[in-house]
Structure formats: structure tokens, C-alpha cells
């Protein structure tokens, strides 16, 4: 997974399932734990070691979250906050991300926005690294983060994915 391993906390050991995801811009693995999503990977990952493949009749977490992505990629539908759970990060990148999950369906924020609103403004970069460490993009739309004058910026499942997934959400 090159965003966040799932991993559980050392005290607390977690069993992490995984289901693969069919979607038009390839196969995504998504992962959950007890508390909810806790990782999802774009297309040409292989599934995390130590997690269990999820059944085909797996009602929780899984089933949910392949449900809300097909609706997200055939309807346009925004993705739920709610099927995430635990997440890892510093408390930088907590505020990052908290301030990504607010950027409606179909707009973008900078970099520097970004990091206006999470108080940092001169950490436009840092926020990169924060998009770049997001367990959950897509649920968490580290998309939505665009350069400055109108460039797109990086983006850990490839450049062209994050142009293709802006231009489905009328941001392009």
C-alpha cells in the first residue's frame, strides 16, 4: 500500500480485511478494520500482507464502502465521511485532512488554501506531503488539492487519475 500500511496499535491487534473494488480507473483495494475504512489502494497494488480477503458476503464496512465508490464513479455521489475509522497521522496531517474532507464535490483548494485554513500558511508544501500520506484518498479527496494557477499538482495514484477523477466531478 503506498499511503498507510494498515496496521493496528501494538496493544491492540486488529484484524484488517481487504475487497477489491472494480472502478474506471482500474481495481481498488479497500480496507477496514472494526473501527471502520482504515486504507484504500489504487490500481497495481497488491493486497497488504496480513490482511484477510473479505468475503462475498461481507454486510460491514466492505460492502458498504464498494457500494458508496460504485455510486461515486456512475452517479456522481459523494462518498460518506462515516465509513472511515482509526486513522494514523501527526496532528498536522489530522487537520489537513479534516480540512480536505470539507471540499464539496466538483471544487478544488490550493495547496496554500489549504494550509491558510489549517492555520499554517506558509506550509503549502507540507500540505502536499499530508495529501501525499492520506490512507484514504477518494474518501478523504486529496484530489480536490490542486497547485496554484490552475495547475493540478502531484498526486499518489498518478497524475492523470486525479485529472480524470476532477474532470468526473465537473472541477476540470
Same mark, same amino acid.
Given at each position: ?54 468475503? =462475498?458476503?461481507?454486510? +460491514? ?8 465508490? #460504485?455510486?461515486?464513479? *456512475?452517479? %456522481?455521489? /459523494? ?17 489537513v485532512w ?9 471544487? =478544488?483548494?490550493?495547496? +496554500? ?8 500558511? #506558509?506550509?503549502?508544501? *507540507?500540505? %502536499?506531503? /499530508? ?27 498518478r497524475t ?13
Open positions: 500500500m503506498k499511503h498507510s500500511k494498515p496496521h493496528s496499535h501494538a496493544h491492540q491487534p486488529a484484524e484488517i480485511r481487504v475487497a477489491k473494488v472494480a472502478s474506471p480507473i482500474g481495481p481498488l483495494l479497500v480496507y477496514a478494520d472494526a473501527s471502520g475504512l482504515v486504507a484504500l489502494d489504487f490500481p497495481g497494488a497488491k493486497p497488504a500482507p496480513g490482511s484477510t480477503s473479505a468475503t =462475498t458476503n461481507d454486510r +460491514g464496512t466492505l460492502q458498504a464502502a464498494a457500494s458508496a465508490l #460504485r455510486d461515486y464513479f *456512475a452517479k %456522481g455521489k /459523494a462518498l460518506p465521511r462515516k465509513l472511515a475509522g482509526r486513522r494514523e497521522g501527526t496532528p498536522f496531517q489530522e487537520k479534516a480540512a480536505i474532507e470539507r471540499i464539496p464535490l466538483g471544487e =478544488t483548494r490550493s495547496y +496554500g488554501e489549504i494550509a491558510d485554513q489549517v492555520g499554517h500558511p #506558509r506550509a503549502a508544501r *507540507a500540505v %502536499g506531503s /499530508a495529501c501525499g500520506a492520506n490512507p484514504l484518498p477518494l474518501f478523504v479527496p486529496c484530489h480536490r488539492v490542486v497547485a496554484s494557477l490552475g495547475k493540478i499538482g502531484g498526486y499518489a495514484g492523470e487519475v486525479k485529472v480524470k477523477l476532477l474532470k468526473m466531478e465537473g472541477a476540470l
